[in-house]
């Protein structure tokens, strides 16, 4: 990278948030990490400062379910590193998949799901469009459940269909100032929605 990209990404303390950490701060983008788990994040602050040294890393503790810890993180990763240039959404859980049909569920496993994954997601999008400048990009963790149903998955397979409703609107409300959005499903699908997409389409990349 010529010049230091800022991005943002939530879900940084495990698995693919972790990666994705790693791999930009090692390409020389300043990273903002931002976790529920505040242990489990402050080790992967180390573990890039130790193998990238030179990186630039702001993080913070927050449930991405609240919107103002989310805007409140997201303010300071602007002050701290300058900017707002990308967003990798991929803070999400599971919930009770694969346990339970629709006639089972109760209120608490559903709003669990939909408060981190939809709600969440929708938190931070909002948040990071309100910082962002043209040509910036935004990376959302969808999956195959959000494109198809299975059983015993509705609150997780409806949370991420709504995150792909959300990336389509909001690629063709933003697409006028570039900015992209884009849904991670599974390595190695990748998916983006832009303004030639028409009306939200998928374009596979
Ligand atoms: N791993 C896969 O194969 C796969 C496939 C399709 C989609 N996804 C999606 O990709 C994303 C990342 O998956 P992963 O496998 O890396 O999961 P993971 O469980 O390893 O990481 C998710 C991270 O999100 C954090 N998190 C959970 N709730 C939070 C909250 N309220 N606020 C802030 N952070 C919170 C967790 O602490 C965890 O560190 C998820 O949204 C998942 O649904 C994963």
Same mark, same amino acid.
């Given at each position: 990278?010529?010049?230091?990209?800022?991005?943002?990404?939530?879900?940084?303390?495990?698995?693919?948030?972790?990666?994705?950490?790693?791999?930009?701060?090692?390409?020389?983008?300043?990273?903002?990490?931002?976790?529920?788990?505040?242990?489990?994040?402050?080790?992967?602050?180390?573990?890039?400062?130790?193998?990238?040294?030179?990186?630039?890393?702001?993080?913070?503790?927050?449930? /991405?379910?609240?919107?103002?810890?989310? =805007?409140?993180?997201?303010?300071?990763?602007?002050?701290?590193? *300058?900017? &707002? !240039?990308? +967003?990798?959404?991929?803070?999400?859980?599971?919930?009770?998949?694969?346990?339970?049909?629709?006639?089972?569920?109760?209120?608490?496993?559903?709003?669990?799901?939909?408060?981190?994954?939809?709600?969440?997601?929708?938190?931070?999008?909002?948040?990071?469009?309100?910082?962002?400048?043209?040509?910036?990009?935004?990376?959302?963790?969808?999956?195959?459940?959000?494109?198809?149903?299975?059983?015993?998955?509705?609150?997780?397979?409806?949370?991420?269909?709504? /995150?792909?409703?959300?990336?389509?609107? =909001?690629?063709?409300?933003?697409?006028?100032?570039?900015?992209? *959005?884009? &849904? !991670?499903? +599974?390595?190695?699908?990748?998916?983006?929605?832009?303004?030639?997409?028409?009306?939200?389409?998928?374009?596979?990349?």
């Amino acid at each position: 990278m010529s010049q230091r990209k800022v991005i943002a990404i939530t879900g940084a303390a495990s698995g693919i948030g972790l990666a994705t950490a790693r791999l930009l701060a090692s390409r020389g983008a300043s990273v903002s990490l931002a976790d529920i788990q505040a242990d489990p994040l402050s080790a992967v602050v180390s573990s890039i400062q130790k193998s990238t040294p030179k990186a630039h890393v702001y993080h913070k503790v927050i449930n /991405v379910a609240n919107p103002n810890e989310v =805007a409140s993180w997201l303010d300071e990763t602007v002050k701290q590193l *300058g900017g &707002l !240039h990308g +967003a990798a959404n991929l803070a999400g859980v599971l919930g009770a998949l694969g346990v339970k049909k629709i006639s089972e569920m109760d209120d608490k496993e559903w709003d669990f799901v939909m408060d981190v994954n939809l709600r969440g997601v929708f938190n931070c999008i909002r948040a990071e469009l309100q910082r962002m400048g043209e040509g910036s990009s935004i990376v959302s963790a969808a999956s195959v459940a959000g494109l198809k149903g299975y059983p015993k998955s509705a609150a997780y397979s409806t949370s991420k269909h709504g /995150v792909v409703g959300l990336t389509k609107c =909001a690629a063709l409300e933003e697409g006028y100032r570039n900015i992209k *959005g884009q &849904l !991670h499903r +599974a390595r190695p699908h990748r998916y983006a929605y832009d303004k030639q997409g028409s009306f939200g389409d998928l374009v596979h990349r």
